[in-house]
């Protein structure tokens, strides 16, 4: 949703099964980055702030995850600095507010 700024539990549920293969011993130092977007309705500021916002309250629940040591997690808000598609649809909008996370070992 446009500012929703929460992860809910079936959102924590599918970080959980996404990250197993990182809990326990590690096979090496992983680094888990979060990116949030925003669409381009809203002030620069408050999309600035809304993207920080998602994209440390997911990092947390990644770490909440029980991780291993080597595991390195970094968040990072982009507001709306790189649409997936044109903000000219309410349709579109909903596709850029998105959050991403990318796993590099």
Do not use: F
Request: glycine share 4%; aromatic share 2%; hydrophobic share 45%.
């Amino acid at each position: 949703d446009k500012n929703v700024v929460a992860v809910t539990a079936p959102m924590r549920e599918a970080l959980a099964d996404a990250l197993k293969p990182l809990t326990g011993a590690a096979s090496g130092p992983v680094q888990v980055l979060v990116n949030s977007y925003t669409d381009d309705s809203g002030t620069p500021l408050l999309n600035e702030q809304i993207s920080e916002l998602r994209a440390r309250l997911v990092a947390d629940a990644i770490r909440d995850a029980g991780l291993a040591d080597a595991v390195t997690v970094e968040a990072r808000g982009w507001a709306d600095a790189a649409p997936l598609v044109p903000n000219d649809t309410d349709e579109n909008r909903k596709m850029n507010r998105r959050v991403e996370v990318i796993l590099r070992r």
